[in-house]
């Protein structure tokens, strides 16, 4: 992706900031984000960020999508963590066959939502699987319009990705945190939904990553773009709160452990667009440097809101915000710090 479509991208989600802050306590108390900022995050493109460009998006790479998601988070981290997950889900989505892809796509600024943890079962049936099981933490489903969630398909239980319209599946409104609580991050439930057989995907070779993939959007490991992916609302997080609290006395040394924040989440973004790009397969130790990014950036954002002094109700809220990502199974550093031990104890 272009430098200047690139800044254009991250132009526009800056100007929709103040929007974002409006509507951020709003949030908080009704745990989902005000129409108004989703319709102001579609305006901005932000939910066309990891759409191919064959149907109308940006087809952004992870850079933009660190920049542009980061930027978000200045305003409201439920929403900058929201649009971190629908880009993931849009972009696995976008790994379906064609005429998926265009039942997908058809709607513009499609909010696509998923949970690759295989917490449910498919039984094959004629012409496609039947479905039952519960993903939790499903982020922003009551406002989506699909989601891409796993199950184990029957009889050898391989691990299968379903694309799945919201309105098949129930909602149960179990999300009360402390932190991200406009984020709506429900359970959603599969009680006997019959799937078609080309909206089931093997999950894989999609967590294998594609190195000869047509297009380098597509040829990097889920689990390494996924990571690169939600470590950006922590990078913006962090720079929110050294706005709200610049006479704290150890802004200094916040403001030092944004910028570590930041090169963290960056430098692994480019890493995995570069290997994208060069088509480049990866290794063990390769994806377990992406974690330690995560791990560093994470940890960095969390010092840093930790240090600061204020009594604002919104550097309240942005401190809770970081720590719950710092909880995030995902982001958690010591499940990522076991996955790293893992790999460099075999040396």
Not at 16 to 24: D, E, G, K
Not at 60 to 79: I, N, Q, Y
Not at 102 to 127: C, N, W
Not at 237 to 257: G, T
Request: hydrophobic share 45%; net charge negative.
């Amino acid at each position: 992706m272009g430098e200047g479509a690139v800044d254009e991208l991250v132009r526009r989600a800056t100007a929709i900031v103040p929007v974002l802050r409006a509507h951020a306590a709003w949030g908080d108390q009704h745990r989902r984000l005000h129409e108004e900022v989703l319709e102001a995050m579609a305006d901005a493109g932000v939910l066309r960020l990891r759409v191919p460009t064959a149907h109308g998006g940006h087809g952004a790479d992870l850079c933009a999508v660190v920049r542009v998601v980061a930027e978000l988070a200045r305003g409201d981290g439920s929403a900058a963590w929201t649009a971190a997950v629908w880009a993931i889900s849009t972009w696995v989505a976008g790994r379906f066959p064609e005429q998926v892809r265009q039942e997908v796509f058809a709607k513009p600024d499609v909010r696509v939502t998923g949970i690759l943890s295989p917490t449910a079962t498919a039984e094959p049936v004629p012409g496609g699987v039947v479905v039952n099981g519960r993903w939790a933490f499903t982020t922003g489903a009551p406002q989506c319009d699909w989601t891409t969630n796993a199950a184990l398909l029957a009889p050898h239980r391989e691990p299968v990705v379903l694309a799945l319209p919201v309105a098949d599946l129930e909602v149960v409104d179990d999300w009360h945190t402390t932190g991200l609580r406009a984020t709506g991050s429900v359970t959603t439930l599969a009680r006997d939904v019959f799937v078609p057989a080309d909206r089931v995907l093997p999950l894989t070779p999609l967590l294998e990553g594609d190195p000869a993939a047509p297009l380098p959007l597509f040829r990097a490991p889920y689990p390494v773009a996924a990571c690169a992916t939600v470590s950006a609302p922590a990078v913006g997080l962090v720079r929110e709160a050294l706005r709200l609290a610049p006479d704290s006395p150890r802004a200094r040394e916040a403001a030092v452990l944004a910028d570590d924040a930041q090169h963290h989440a960056e430098r692994a973004a480019a890493v995995v667009d570069a290997k994208a790009v060069r088509g480049e397969a990866w290794t063990p130790k390769e994806r377990a440097w992406v974690r330690e990014d995560l791990i560093e950036a994470c940890l960095r954002a969390k010092d840093a809101v930790d240090v600061l002094d204020g009594n604002d109700p919104v550097l309240h809220r942005v401190q809770r915000d970081v720590h719950a990502l710092h909880l995030h199974a995902v982001l958690h550093p010591n499940a990522n710090l076991e996955r790293y031990e893992q790999v460099f104890r075999r040396r």
